[in-house]
C-alpha cells in the first residue's frame, strides 16, 4: 500500500487534516499510526478505506491507485473504535453479513463465517447476540467480519480504546496472532504509544496531519526524528542546555555527552534524557531535590527538581538497589553508564522539520 503526497482539507478547516502524508507500506506489514487526538489518523484510515475522498494525492495498492474506486471494491477491511455491529444478529450472522451482502451462496456464507469466527476463537459463541458479548468478544466478532470478505488490507481504528487493560493486552496478543496467520497488510491507528511500539512492525508517527517518523519501533523510541517524536514517544525529560562541542552539551552546569539531531548547528539545544538514562549518585552530579518518589512495582520513579526549576523523572530498578526518597531529600544526577541522551537543536531558518 502506498500513500503518495496524500492531503485532506475539510471545508472551512484553517489548516489541512492530513498534510502531503507519504507512506510505503509492504505486504503482510502491520502499521501502527500514533499520534495526538486530532492529528489526522482517522481521517487518514477513511481515505484509504473509501469513505473519504481526499483532496489531493493518491492511493495505491500494489501499484494501481485505488481513488476512483468506492470503499467494498476496495479490498479494504475495517474494524471502528465501537464496533458496530449489529445488535439484532447473532456473532454468526454478523460476520456473514459482508459475504451476503456481496451474493455468496448461504452454505458458502455459513462456511466461511465459522471458518473466521474460529480463527478469533469464538465459534463456540456463534449464536450469541451483541449483548450477550463481553467488550472483547464483540471486538473478535468484528475483526472476523472485517476478515470474512478477504481483505488484503485491514484497517484498524483504536480497536482496543474501550478495552480495560489487562483484556486490552490479550486482545493485542490476538490481533497480532490473527494477521501473522492471515498474512494480511495491517495498518491500526492508535494513541497508545505503548501499544504502537509493542505491536507494529513499523511505526508512523504524526503530528498536525504531517507525518514526522515512520521506521520500527526501535527507532522510533532511540533514534527519534524530530523533537516532537522524542517527546510522544515513552517518557522524556526535555531540558534546555547549550551545545559546547559536536557532541556535548552543558546542562545545568554539567557536561554531557549527547547525539546532536535537528539539523542545527551550537547553541541552544534541548537535550532529551529518558528517565531510565538517569542515576542518583552520592557524589557530583546535577544537584537535584526529590520531590516524590513513587513505588511502581518493580521500578522506582522520583520526581525531581533541579536548582534552577527545571524538574524531571528518573526511574530505578529496584533489583539495583533503587529505595524510595524522602521528599526535600538532596540527590545528585548522573547518566546511566553508555547512555547518550539526544540534543535538538533549532533546525535553520526555513527548513521544514
Ligand atoms: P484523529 O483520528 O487523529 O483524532 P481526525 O482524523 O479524526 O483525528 O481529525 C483530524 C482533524 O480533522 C481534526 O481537527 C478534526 O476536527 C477534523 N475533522 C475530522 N473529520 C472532519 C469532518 N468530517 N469535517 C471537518 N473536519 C473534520
Ligand atoms: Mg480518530
Known amino acids: 500500500l502506498t500513500l503518495d503526497a496524500v492531503t485532506q482539507h475539510y471545508k472551512g478547516a484553517p489548516t489541512p487534516a492530513v498534510d502531503a502524508v507519504t507512506l510505503a507500506i509492504g505486504a503482510g506489514e502491520l502499521v501502527a499510526l500514533l499520534g495526538p487526538s486530532g492529528c489526522g489518523k482517522t481521517t487518514l484510515l477513511r481515505?484509504?478505506?473509501?469513505?473519504?475522498?481526499?483532496?489531493?494525492?493518491?492511493?495505491?495498492?500494489?501499484?494501481?491507485?485505488?481513488?476512483?474506486?468506492?470503499?467494498?471494491?476496495?479490498?479494504?477491511?475495517?474494524?471502528?473504535?465501537?464496533?458496530?455491529?449489529?445488535?439484532?444478529?447473532?456473532?454468526?450472522?454478523?460476520?456473514?453479513?459482508?459475504?451476503?451482502?456481496?451474493?455468496?451462496?448461504?452454505?458458502?456464507?455459513?462456511?466461511?463465517?465459522?471458518?473466521?469466527?474460529d480463527l478469533v476463537q469464538m465459534d463456540h459463541l456463534a449464536q450469541r447476540l451483541p449483548r450477550e458479548m463481553s467488550g472483547g468478544q464483540q471486538q473478535r466478532v468484528a475483526l472476523a467480519r472485517a476478515m470474512a470478505v478477504g481483505p488484503r488490507i485491514l484497517l484498524l481504528d483504536e480497536p482496543f480504546a474501550a478495552l480495560d487493560k489487562s483484556l486490552r493486552l490479550d486482545m493485542q496478543i490476538e490481533v497480532k496472532r490473527i494477521q501473522r496467520k492471515a498474512g494480511i497488510t495491517c495498518i491500526m491507528v492508535t494513541h497508545d504509544q505503548e501499544e504502537a511500539l509493542s505491536m507494529a512492525d513499523r511505526v508512523a508517527v504524526i503530528n498536525k496531519g504531517r507525518l514526522e517518523q515512520f521506521a520500527p519501533p526501535n527507532e522510533v523510541y532511540d533514534s527519534p526524528a524530530t523533537l516532537f517524536v522524542n517527546r510522544f514517544v515513552g517518557a522524556s525529560n526535555a531540558l534546555a542546555a547549550r551545545m559546547v562541542g559536536a557532541d556535548?552539551?552543558?546542562?545545568?552546569?554539567?557536561?554531557?555527552?549527547?547525539?546532536?539531531?535537528?539539523?542545527?548547528?551550537?547553541?541552544?539545544?534541548?537535550?532529551?534524557?529518558?528517565?531510565?538514562?538517569?542515576?542518583?549518585?552520592?557524589?557530583?552530579?546535577?544537584?537535584?531535590?526529590?520531590?516524590?518518589?513513587?513505588?511502581?512495582?518493580?521500578?522506582?520513579?522520583?520526581?525531581?527538581?533541579?536548582?534552577?526549576?527545571?524538574?524531571?523523572?528518573?526511574?530505578?530498578?529496584?533489583?539495583?538497589?533503587?529505595?524510595?526518597?524522602?521528599?526535600?531529600?538532596?540527590?545528585?544526577?548522573?547518566?546511566?553508564?553508555?547512555?547518550?541522551?539526544?540534543?535538538?537543536?533549532?533546525?535553520?531558518?526555513?527548513?521544514?522539520?
Not at 55 to 82: I, K, Y
Not at 307 to 334: C, N
Request: hydrophobic share 40%; with cysteine.
Open 47 to 117: 481515505i484509504i478505506a473509501g469513505f473519504v475522498q481526499q483532496s489531493t494525492g493518491r492511493v495505491l495498492v500494489g501499484g494501481r491507485a485505488l481513488d476512483d474506486l468506492p470503499p467494498h471494491r476496495r479490498e479494504v477491511g475495517v474494524v471502528f473504535q465501537n464496533y458496530a455491529l449489529f445488535p439484532h444478529m447473532s456473532a454468526l450472522d454478523n460476520v456473514a453479513y459482508g459475504l451476503a451482502a456481496r451474493g455468496a451462496p448461504r452454505d458458502a456464507q455459513q462456511r466461511k463465517a465459522r471458518e473466521m469466527l
Open 248 to 353: 556535548m552539551a552543558d546542562v545545568a552546569g554539567e557536561r554531557w555527552p549527547v547525539r546532536p539531531l535537528g539539523g542545527g548547528a551550537g547553541s541552544p539545544a534541548t537535550v532529551c534524557v529518558r528517565p531510565e538514562q538517569l542515576r542518583i549518585s552520592d557524589g557530583a552530579g546535577l544537584p537535584g531535590t526529590i520531590e516524590l518518589s513513587l513505588p511502581l512495582g518493580p521500578q522506582i520513579v522520583h520526581e525531581i527538581r533541579l536548582a534552577d526549576g527545571q524538574a524531571l523523572k528518573l526511574v530505578e530498578s529496584r533489583s539495583h538497589g533503587a529505595r524510595l526518597r524522602e521528599p526535600g531529600s538532596a540527590v545528585s544526577l548522573t547518566l546511566a553508564e553508555g547512555a547518550v541522551p539526544n540534543a535538538f537543536t533549532p533546525a535553520p531558518e526555513g527548513a521544514r522539520p
